[in-house]
């Protein structure tokens, strides 16, 4: 890979093919019902959509981010392309599709922290594969492609493609998920669906950690090199095709689960690219989601490096070569590793 002058000494580079949206961020006691009319207490509007959010994540990780996606011409696209430059995002990338409004994220959130979001693709349904080929460069010179599914799939496909051909790690989170996918969209290094992505993915039941073992074969089988299924508060199912670990995270009070995945992607990549370890690169990561939660909104939830390190309790930038091994123990068929 070249190195590139003004990318300081060991900063990894993350290329992000994904969404950018604004999320109308509505709290309530409680998500209504089919049917149902409730009244917000309040609204308001957050820089979101799950590329740009994953963008911003592996920044404030560590890394150095390059943002391959579009907004519209409306009066939401300034604020977006603005917060994700102040963000230290190269957006270089970030079209503008004209005549077009930028994405949509209406989110409710209730009471317990619990979400529920509906989306308007806007501009980002029109990202090309031709864009993305447009971006090769971006992508060849990145340690780690990360995609999402809020963009056309021939898009990703066509990500997946350039880095794969390149060498490059290429992150995977397959929402919002479809029970019928491209196989080519599973050419993946990782994977790493929620609980519900998963199994709306390969069928079947969660409940429990061997059926998250269940699940993560089904989906290994479909082409990723490895599966993280992150299942919240239980943390994360690792499957790599041998062997099966469930890696824990920590407890934390929960205000609101929005972009909780999202600050688990984005902190994983930048520490997968920075040490090679997968697995204590996801018990990072677990710990930037679960902080992720512990305030309102997508991007001014995503947590910095060194909160995630304070929560790790240990030092900033400490590699896991330079952390003592953790205690192991096993449960129904699954290693626990604990801190």
């Keep these: 890979m070249p190195s590139d002058p003004a990318i300081p000494p060991g900063q990894p580079i993350v290329t992000v093919l994904g969404s950018v949206n604004m999320d109308l961020v509505i709290r309530c006691q409680r998500l209504p019902a089919p049917g149902q009319?409730?009244?917000?207490?309040?609204?308001?509007?957050?820089?979101?959509?799950?590329?740009?959010?994953?963008?911003?994540?592996?920044?404030r990780s560590g890394g150095n981010v390059r943002m391959i996606g579009r907004v519209g011409d409306d009066g939401f696209a300034p604020k977006l392309m603005q917060t994700l430059i102040d963000e230290s995002v190269d957006c270089r990338r970030l079209l503008v599709s004209a005549n077009c409004e930028s994405g949509l994220a209406l989110v409710g959130v209730e009471d317990s922290g619990e979400n529920s979001i509906i989306?308007?693709?806007?501009?980002?349904?029109?990202?090309?594969?031709?864009?993305?080929?447009?971006?090769?460069?971006?992508?060849?010179?990145?340690?780690?492609?990360?995609?999402?599914?809020?963009?056309?799939?021939?898009?990703?496909?066509?990500?997946?493609?350039?880095?794969?051909?390149?060498?490059?790690?290429?992150?995977?989170?397959?929402?919002?998920?479809?029970?019928?996918?491209?196989?080519?969209?599973?050419?993946?290094?990782?994977?790493?669906?929620?609980?519900?992505?998963?199994?709306?993915?390969?069928?079947?039941?969660?409940?429990?950690?061997?059926?998250?073992?269940?699940?993560?074969?089904?989906l290994h089988a479909l082409g990723p090199r490895a599966v993280a299924i992150t299942l919240g508060a239980r943390g994360t199912l690792l499957y790599n095709g041998s062997t099966s670990e469930l890696i824990e995270s920590i407890p934390i009070k929960c205000v609101d689960t929005t972009a909780a995945g999202d600050a688990f992607a984005g902190?994983?990549?930048?520490r997968w690219a920075e040490t090679g370890d997968l697995v204590q690169s996801i018990r990072w990561a677990n710990v930037a989601g679960a902080l992720a939660t512990s305030s309102l909104g997508a991007q001014p939830s995503l947590p910095t490096r060194s909160q995630i390190d304070t929560a790790m309790g240990v030092s900033p930038w400490v590699t896991s070569s330079d952390r003592p091994e953790a205690d192991t123990t096993s449960a129904g068929g699954v290693s626990h590793r604990k801190e």
């Design 267 to 270: 902190a994983l990549a930048v």
């Design 37 to 59: 009319t409730v009244m917000a207490r309040s609204m308001i509007e957050v820089p979101g959509g799950k590329g740009a959010n994953q963008a911003v994540a592996a920044v």
């Design 119 to 218: 989306i308007v693709p806007g501009a980002n349904a029109r990202v090309t594969a031709q864009d993305v080929l447009e971006s090769n460069e971006l992508i060849q010179t990145s340690a780690v492609l990360m995609a999402q599914l809020e963009t056309p799939t021939e898009a990703v496909i066509a990500g997946i493609r350039i880095a794969r051909q390149a060498g490059v790690k290429v992150m995977l989170d397959p929402a919002p998920a479809s029970e019928v996918l491209p196989r080519e969209l599973f050419d993946v290094d990782l994977i790493c669906p929620n609980e519900t992505e998963a199994t709306t993915i390969v069928g079947g039941t969660l409940e429990t950690i061997d059926d998250a073992v269940v699940v993560a074969k089904k």
